[in-house]
Nanobody
Framework: VQLQASGGGLVQAGGSLRLSCAAS????????IGWYRQAPGKQRELVAA???????NYADSVKGRFTISRDNGKNTVFLQMSSLKPEDTAVYYC?????????????????WGQGTLVTVSS
């Protein structure tokens, strides 16, 4: 499975960005797909995940501001980020796993995409 992420960039605080992640290859094996992020000097953390059944999971810090969605037909997952804050600045990584719970920790993530940088200026 290959994951191709796109959509990062520079935005002012309060603004919006949409990240996309296109999966290719053996995509039928994917159940959960979503996004992690890693800020400088910090551990990688789960931002949002969605299962094949549509169940979603969000970090408390992004609830109400970020929305994850999935286009199963196109094997693509989106992260709509609104009301962005400077503390959202990080490299965002697309991640996928074979179980609905696979993205709950980094050790059970089966596939990682390349990171895309999101910078929120104050």
């Amino acid at each position: 499975v290959q994951l191709q992420a796109s959509g990062g960039g520079l935005v002012q605080a309060g603004g919006s960005l949409r990240l996309s992640c296109a999966a290719s290859g053996n995509t039928f094996s994917i159940n959960a797909i979503g996004w992690y992020r890693q800020a400088p000097g910090k551990q990688r953390e789960l931002v949002a995940a969605i299962s094949s059944g549509g169940s979603t999971n969000y970090a408390d810090s992004v609830k109400g501001r970020f929305t994850i969605s999935r286009d199963n037909g196109k094997n693509t997952v989106f992260l709509q980020m609104s009301s962005l804050k400077p503390e959202d600045t990080a490299v965002y990584y697309c991640a996928a796993g074979t179980q609905a719970w696979s993205l709950k920790q980094t050790t059970t993530v089966a596939h990682w995409g390349q990171g895309t940088l999101v910078t929120v200026s104050s």
